[in-house]
Structures are given as structure tokens and as C-alpha cells.
T-cell receptor, first 116, second 111 residues
Framework: DTGVSQDPRHKITKRGQNVTFRCDPI?????LYWYRQTLGQGPEFLTY????????KSRLLSDRFSAERPKGSFSTLEIQRTEQGDSAMYLC??????????????FGQGTRLTVV | KQEVTQIPAALSVPEGENLVLNCSFT??????LQWFRQDPGKGLTSLLL?????REQTSGRLNASLDKSSGRSTLYIAASQPGDSATYLC??????????FGKGMKLTVNP
């Protein structure tokens, strides 16, 4: 396993279209995270899964956003009716962590979304 | 609400200099602090993780320290090289699973 994998790497879409991104975490990592990063800013937390359960969602995650992690393996992030403000890098991370133990988060290469 | 600050936002130095990158956070109740490197248009590469009970971590030319009570961490880069040019981000994990990031510091090491 070579790390967290994200697909596609780049996506250009027209405003109003739906897009879906995929993240494959490091195998045996039970925790998976989605972050969004805009130019010149640090990543901002969107949502978190432990196995297949979505345990935390940011207020940044509007009703147009939905994330799933069926069977606790890969995850998808869908954005419906995209807006220009959705243009950003979407980053996925995974971690084997139990609180207080090996807590390092490993990130993928991201999906760059451009809404035109 | 946890806030993470990295100052300065950018730094340009000649090759060979020893560097200190600063990170401060407002809430000292953290589980850990992690330093990342990000190359343009790429994802994040984890450099060092310091758990709240630790004072420092070292990896090669990198050394990170943590002073939880004062809300500060520093990343020390020894003998900088042009290949170290990137944006460096620090992030803290507090009472929830999420990481809270600073805006990063863009480092340029000139040959």
C-alpha cells in the first residue's frame, strides 16, 4: 500500500453540475477525514468517519455536500449544484488512531476542483 | 475556538542556513501537534508528530519542539537546502478528531 489515494486529481465542472470525489485510505486505517483548502489558507475540516460511521461534520459542510464510507473502506464526497465558491483543493486523510496513541494523519494528493 | 498562527507567512533564505519556523495556538488543551510540508499543487506530507506529553521530536535535519503551556511549537531545519523549499503547515488536534491548521509558511531556499 503506497498511501492515501484520491481520484480524480483534477476536476473542472460547470456551475450547477454535481461532482463526486473518491478517497482510498491506507488499508487497516479505520479513521478517514475530508478537508478543504483554498488558496493561501490551511486545510479546513469537513467531516470524519470511524469505519463506516460519520461521526463529525463541520458547519462548512452545507446541504449540498454529502460524504459516505460504505463498508468502512473507501469514501466518496459529493457536491451537488456546484458553485464557484466550491473551487478548492479537497484533501482526504486517514489514520489508524486510537485517541492518545499513534495519532499521525496521512494525507492524499488531493483533488483540485475548479467550478467555471 | 482553537486558532493556529504561523508567522511570518513567507521566508526566503540562502542555502545552508539553519531555520526556525514558529507556530502558536490559543488553546493549550491539545492531544498532539503535527508539522506538514506541502509542495505547490500537492497534498500534505507529514514531517513530525509531537504528542502532548512530549517536548520534542527529531527526524533527520528536522527537530520540532512543543511548549504546550505557552501554546508554541517550533520546527528547526538544519543546513537548509533548495529542496526544502515548500509551504510548511502546523496543525493541532484538540478535543475532537479534527486537525486545526495554521495558514502555513512559504519557505524559499535559494542556491
Amino acid at each position: 500500500d503506497t498511501g492515501v489515494s484520491q481520484d480524480p486529481r483534477h476536476k473542472i465542472t460547470k456551475r450547477g453540475q454535481n461532482v463526486t470525489f473518491r478517497c482510498d485510505p491506507i488499508s487497516e486505517h479505520n479513521r478517514l477525514y475530508w478537508y478543504r483548502q483554498t488558496l493561501g489558507q490551511g486545510p479546513e475540516f469537513l467531516t470524519y468517519f470511524q469505519n463506516e460511521a460519520q461521526l463529525e461534520k463541520s458547519r462548512l459542510l452545507s446541504d449540498r455536500f454529502s460524504a459516505e464510507r460504505p463498508k468502512g473502506s473507501f469514501s466518496t464526497l459529493e457536491i451537488q449544484r456546484t458553485e464557484q465558491g466550491d473551487s478548492a483543493m479537497y484533501l482526504c486523510a486517514s489514520s489508524p488512531r486510537d485517541r492518545g496513541l499513534n495519532t499521525e494523519a496521512f494525507f492524499g494528493q488531493g483533488t483540485r476542483l475548479t467550478v467555471v | 475556538k482553537q486558532e493556529v498562527t504561523q508567522i511570518p507567512a513567507a521566508l526566503s533564505v540562502p542555502e545552508g542556513e539553519n531555520l526556525v519556523l514558529n507556530c502558536s495556538f490559543t488553546d493549550s488543551a491539545i492531544y498532539n501537534l503535527q508539522w506538514f510540508r506541502q509542495d505547490p499543487g500537492k497534498g500534505l506530507t507529514s514531517l513530525l508528530l509531537i504528542q502532548s506529553s512530549q517536548r520534542e521530536q527529531t527526524s533527520g535535519r528536522l527537530n520540532a519542539s512543543l511548549d504546550k503551556s505557552s501554546g508554541r511549537s517550533t520546527l528547526y531545519i538544519a543546513a537548509s537546502q533548495p529542496g526544502d523549499s515548500a509551504t510548511y503547515l502546523c496543525a493541532v488536534q484538540g478535543g475532537s478528531e479534527k486537525l486545526v491548521f495554521g495558514k502555513g509558511m512559504k519557505l524559499t531556499v535559494n542556491p
